[in-house]
């Protein structure tokens, strides 16, 4: 009797056919929530754009206020962070940090001043890096 109990012992555990079922169970969940997961980390981006440009569009009214203008497509988003040589009256860093964020995508926001659809123009191309596109690979701007 104390043989057998003995091998009970060393038998417990799982058995290949069983781990694979409890792999296949894990996959199946991961193919179902996955493109759930991916679709909501794509909006959350966009949101953050959204929102990075709002900061940063504050921020360049408040560089106006202090200097009478905006700074030009040349000086570009720097001056927010650097003070340009023709400045007088730069009061900044208008950022909170001194590096220039990048968008979610990690590409460089875009500046035109002035710009074609207001005193500037604030963008990003989304995913793509190209004009157009839609979901995630949508233009996030700041004029409309």
């Known amino acids: ?5 003995g091998f009970r012992a060393k ?5 290949l056919l069983e781990l694979l079922v409890v792999l296949g169970i ?5 193919g179902i929530v996955g493109p759930q997961v991916m679709k909501h980390m794509g909006e959350s981006k966009i949101k953050a754009a959204k929102v ?6 504050a921020a360049l009214d408040m560089y106006k206020l202090d200097l009478g203008r905006y700074p030009t ?4 988003l720097k001056a927010l962070i650097e ?4 400045a ?10 001194a590096k220039m964020p990048l968008d979610p995508w990690q590409q460089d926001y875009h500046y ?7 005193k500037f123009d604030l963008f990003t191309w989304g995913a793509d890096g190209k004009e157009g596109g839609e979901g995630e690979d949508q233009d996030i701007v700041n004029w409309e």
């Open 83 to 86: 003070s340009p040589d023709s």
């Open 1 to 5: 009797m104390k043989k057998m109990m």
């Open 11 to 15: 038998q417990l555990g799982f058995t």
């Open 73 to 76: 497509t040349e000086q570009g």
């Open 52 to 57: 990075q440009i709002e900061d940063l569009s």
């Open 88 to 97: 007088k009256r730069w009061n900044g860093p208008y950022l909170r940090k």
């Open 112 to 118: 035109v001043s002035p710009g074609e659809h207001g």
């Open 26 to 30: 894990i996959a199946m969940l991961a």
